[in-house]
């Protein structure tokens, strides 16, 4: 036995290509500099005029790379069109007309500008320098890092009150403000290097399920250090909608080990979940959004005043249902504040109903069109569940926040960064049916014979 073993292990290997016959468009690419430049540029508190147009330091690498990167993607550079891209493109383009309808030529084209480029730039920019595995973590890699770098100054806030990045920055450069806030707690709520605390969590929250599945092997230093980490920069912050994206993900988390062999179990999970909206929906006399919220505060103030932000905010979107309200205020009673705590709200409010649908379908086409990929390798499968999950959170999260400026193109960035796993599929079939062409002279194997690239290739039942 122990000789027949080893015997089909041998064989295995022989059925395997070497390195040198990897066809080029599957071979390891050499990663882009620009991916730490853009990310550390997020984190920059400080920004500066060009003209009349407030500029920041990822504002300059996206637009410095985003006529390249259209034009690579229009050639078909960087693989077939999606329909993720499609409805990305359309987001971005509706936002915009929009912004130039209701605000003329100067302002609108100014504004509008600025959200294409922060909307599908964002997009563009993971699609293009984002291309295989290896890239995908140590984009993760990067964000993580640079995470862990801010949770000492974050903590630093938390307990003297100061919030040392924005005052060092302001030293030299124009930086964002300074905002005042109720303690936590007894805690100042850290506002890191972003315009509110909430940005902070959020950004921080977003690398949570990244950091546990998409760092590596489980082996590697730190490995199991880092989602602590994540969670104690995300927790910093003391905001809701970051504390709720990472209770999010634990959940999926922790479903997805213990139901690591349930076939459907994915299915199995939405079924749940819709199964308890319809239940809150018939047995109670408030709506599952009224319910959620109820819960999910801090205080009964904040969770009563983001009800009345959810029914005028509503009504104010079916006023103008088209086109929106643009960067125009919206109707509400003159005592209440002209902020909303809901990104797809907000997207309403602006952008009327079809720009909301356009971003929320952008969301839900990465999602499903990523998660229904076969045949990925067992890197991408870690690399695709850290992605999946990620996004998850934070779309419950911004029910409850709105995110802007650094954070919002993060987040339009990492569902650009996945889109290489539709190719990853194929990369591996080809590399897989040469090996096989090989080993068997040029023919075709039989049916059933898979052989597998150096790990295993899971079902996507079970993934």
Known sequence: MKYAASNAHHQMGRMLPSAGSVPQAVRRRKSSVLIPIFIVSLAMPFFFYIGPTRMSPYRLVLVATFVPGLIAWLSGSLGKARLADILMLLTAAWGGMVLVVMHGADK?????????????????????????????????????????????????????????????????FSVYDIVQD??????RRAQGPFEHFILFGVVCSSVFALSYYAL???????????PGLV???????????????????????????????????????????????????????????EVFISYLTFNADTSYMRVLIWHFGTEAVMMHPILGHGLNDWERPEWMAGSIDNFWLVNAVRFGIPGCALMIGSFLSVCFGIGRLKNLSAQAVQCRKGLLISICGLMVSLCTVHVWDAPYVLILFLLGSGMWMYDSGKEVATMASEGSARRFGGNRPRVGAAPVYGREIRSPRTS
Not at 136 to 162: C, D, H, T, W
Not at 265 to 271: D, F, P, Q, S
């Open 108 to 172: 609108g084209l100014q504004s509008g500008g600025i959200f294409i480029i922060e909307t599908f730039g964002a997009f563009l920019f993971g699609r293009q320098y984002i291309r295989d595995a290896v890239a995908f973590q140590r984009m993760v890699k990067i964000l993580v890092i640079v995470v862990i770098v801010l949770l000492p100054f974050a903590i630093y806030e938390n307990i003297m009150g100061s919030p040392i990045l924005i005052e060092l920055f302001g030293k030299i």
């Open 182 to 187: 109720e303690p936590r707690l007894g805690l």
């Open 216 to 226: 590596g092997p489980a082996r590697r230093p730190g490995r199991k250090l880092a």
């Open 231 to 289: 969670a104690m920069a995300v927790f910093s912050s003391l905001s809701t909608g970051a504390l709720l994206s990472v209770v999010v993900q634990t959940i999926l988390i922790v479903w997805d080990k213990m139901t690591a062999r349930v076939i459907r179990r994915w299915t199995i999970l939405a079924g749940i979940m819709i199964t308890g909206f319809l239940v809150v929906e018939f047995a109670s006399n408030r709506t599952p959004f």
